[in-house]
């Protein structure tokens, strides 16, 4: 019941994902940060088996910061996406990870990009994507009205307009996303949309 | 369901007179949900060799990626590029190394040999050779395409009829067929040009 989207708009990229860490029936957690900062340019919104999940995109942003050491500047974002293409690829016949990814990132030279991973490593530029069984209402809501160019603004807009609908049509649907934003300043945290708080544990 | 049938293609070649045209589908999905209607599915290897891949889309990306890797090389080497007919061996061979745990993909190879004669040819997802003097087809559509190519095929065609009669039968093979479509994408090569143009067909 994973639900991660993304969407390129006019000098920037937005990424949502849902915030629930679940195993079988039981929630774990609601405040799970499922999309990880690769690099002061990069967001990767993952999707899957938890370990995997964890795992494989801390390697992916260790590597890519070790390029950046060795080499002195940074991975574009196409050729971070072959990266890990590449790395899903070498295990998918060995020892597959179950990780569905869109990887979100902004050039100089080209802009803002998304690019659509799958678990067995099929990757594609695209400029709207979405995983899970929320994609179903997320896809066809950004069919509906996205346009190229959009505003930040407008971008957000939408992003709730899919979760209002993954929130009232998805049977299991996660309460609470974070959405995440990557432009020419970097990426960071845009904002959460949440319907339940995790009650604070006091100190011992 | 069957894993030629994950992600959906329509692939086809036909002989011209001193040309030859190479078309597939433009549908990138996964089962049932379309996720992109720009995929590229063929492949320029160099000016008179391309190739499409059919069939699952990560594996049909690892074999184009290696197939470029080999060519380097052989062009390193040799010092020009490799006639179809290496080509076709050359690619035959790969897949046949994975003979027991196979690339999960259909090659449809396009060419012109010595003195710009057309060879086309297709092979199995472990390199079985087919050659064939007037068209090839692979993918989810292939039944239809083998019925649709049949009929509308004339030998010795100019590139312009070419080009509508491969149009023609691509897009009414793939309006049968569930997987592929969402328009096309044809390549006409003679000696002297590559014409590349994007067919409108249904969009669903």
Redesign the interface.
């Given at each position: 019941m994973e639900c991660v989207f993304g969407l390129v708009g006019k000098d920037f990229a937005l990424v949502v994902a849902d915030t629930s860490a679940v195993h079988s029936i039981l929630v774990h957690k609601s405040n799970e940060d499922k999309i990880m900062l690769l690099d002061s340019h990069k967001l990767m919104g993952a999707s899957g088996e938890a370990g995997d999940r964890v795992q494989f995109t801390e390697y992916i942003q260790k590597n890519v910061a070790l390029y950046q050491f060795r080499n002195g500047i940074p991975l574009t974002t196409a050729a971070a996406a072959n990266f890990t293409r590449g790395e899903l690829a070498t295990a998918l016949r060995k020892n597959p990870y179950s990780v569905n990814i869109l990887l979100a990132g902004y050039d100089k030279e080209t802009g803002p990009s998304l690019y659509y991973i799958d678990y067995i490593a099929s990757v594609h530029k695209v400029d709207k994507g979405a995983f899970g069984y929320g994609s179903y209402f997320s896809l066809a809501m950004m069919d509906r009205h996205y346009r190229s160019n959009m505003s930040v603004e407008e971008a957000v807009d939408l992003a709730d307009k899919c979760i209002v609908e993954i929130r009232s049509r998805l049977v299991v649907a996660p309460p609470n996303f974070v959405i995440k934003i990557v432009d020419k300043d970097g990426a960071r945290e845009y904002g959460w949309r949440e319907t339940i708080k995790d009650t604070q544990v006091p100190a011992a | 369901m069957s894993i030629f049938e994950y992600?959906g293609s329509a692939l086809v070649a036909m002989v011209g007179k001193n040309c030859f045209a190479i078309a597939s589908d433009r549908r990138?999905g996964?089962q049932l949900?379309t996720?992109?209607t720009d995929?590229q599915r063929i492949y320029k290897i160099h000016d008179k060799v391309f190739i499409g891949l059919s069939g699952?889309?990560?594996d049909a990306?690892?074999v184009y990626q290696r197939l470029v890797f080999r060519h380097k090389l052989y062009q390193l080497r040799e010092e020009r590029d490799m006639k179809p007919e290496t080509f076709a061996s050359l690619v035959s061979a790969l897949l046949y190394e994975k003979r027991f745990?196979p690339y999960f993909c259909q090659p449809v190879i396009a060419g012109l040999g010595d003195e710009d004669k057309p060879f086309i040819c297709t092979m199995d997802s472990i390199g079985a050779k087919e050659l064939a003097k007037d068209f090839v087809v692979a993918g989810t559509a292939s039944e239809s395409l083998y019925g649709a190519c049949e009929a509308m095929f004339k030998p010795d065609m100019e590139p312009e009829e070419l080009f509508e009669t491969i149009s023609q039968a691509l897009l009414s093979s793939v309006d049968r067929d569930c997987l592929s479509g969402w328009g096309g994408h044809v390549y006409v090569v003679t000696p002297t040009e590559v014409t590349e143009r994007i067919l409108k067909g249904r969009m669903d």
């Open positions: - | 992600n990138f996964v949900q996720i992109a995929f699952l889309a990560t990306q690892t745990g």
